[in-house]
């Protein structure tokens, strides 16, 4: 994996960069489309093409409870096997524990963990999330870290991060003492922990930054702290991440957070919103999101959003889409979910040029002063 900067932003620290990987090339700033299971819900990877999509995300926990990892190899790889045939980046599954706490128990090895699906009983440990990832075949593989909730002490805190750099180098060493499985090349980013405690997310950062891995991600956040806490420990993370390297904000997801993080110095993101509510019938506009079921587009002929040319505006009017909600036809939550990826993704296009043309900033601003958060 190779990554360069061609253009840095002269007055804050956005960039526009490229990621080189084995399934191809990535422009940066990019927002990477969550396919949990495999597949972005209600899209196909054609459609997916269709709109430029570069990079896909998979889950480690819930790939690794079905189908499993190794059918997955079997069949190939995660692209083989689904299809998608450009860069996927999976996660650890250290996410999906923590979001499901009641099911798991913390040990110095690792995770032990009931399944949600059937309760069955599992383990991941760093060596075993580092398989898991070979197996499926990722461009991106993510090492075993530890989230705390919010709020938590200091001490909840310093805990999961000793535990956190600890597997980030059981993770490394995993790695460097296996081989990939398809013939292709992968890569390691590591993740910095801390919740809200800026000494602890210094400790973190400092440590993992001496592994020397070929990204970094800053995850912990957007679980309940304030928008100004979050923003503080971006800011300090990417002062401190090596800035040759790619920067991975995990799980922030509004365009507002979005656009705010890429003026921070953030390469990528990754959430779970677009298409969540998408398919609840919140579509995204460059005025801010609108609630398609509601009873003023009844009767409203217009698209979605003029000024978007995805495959749901350029065809479909706000009446007709809000109609599909209303008798549940499927074909709601795919348009929904279509525009609103499409939307992501050209949020991603014009921030890169804005940076390009040097002029990120004026970019910055005239989309906060026409862009209404939904609260």
Known sequence: MKFSIQKKDDTTSARAGSLETAHGTITTPVFMPV?????????????LNQINTQIILGNTYHLYLRPGHALIEQAGGLQKFSAWHKPILTDSGGYQIFSLAELNKITPDGFHFQSHLDGSYH???????????????????????????YPCTYEEALQANTLTIEWAKRCQQAF???EAKFGYEQALFAIVQGSTYEKIRQLSAEALVELDLPGYAIGGLSVGESKSAMYEMT???TEILPPAKPRYLMGVGKPEDLVTAIGLGIDMFDCVLPTRVGRNGM??????????????Y????????????????????????????????????????????????KLMEQARQAILEGNFSQWQNSFFAHYQSLN
Request: aromatic share 12%.
């Open 35 to 47: 396919g949990t299971q495999g597949t972005v819900k209600t899209l196909t990877p054609a459609e």
């Open 283 to 296: 579509m995204f506009t460059w005025n801010g999101p609108l609630v398609i079921k509601n009873e003023q």
């Open 176 to 178: 460097q003492t296996s």
């Open 298 to 345: 009844k009767a409203d002929f217009r698209p979605v959003d003029e000024s978007c040319s995805c495959y749901c505006c350029l065809n479909f009017s706000r009446a007709y889409i809000r109609h599909l909600f209303k008798a549940q036809e499927i074909l709601g939550l795919r348009l929904a979910s279509l525009h609103n990826v499409y939307f992501y993704l």
């Open 235 to 237: 800011q300090l993370c």
């Open 123 to 149: 383990f991941f440990s760093p060596e075993m999330v580092i398989e898991i990832q070979r197996s499926l075949g990722s461009d991106i593989m993510m090492v075993l870290d530890q989230c705390v909730a």
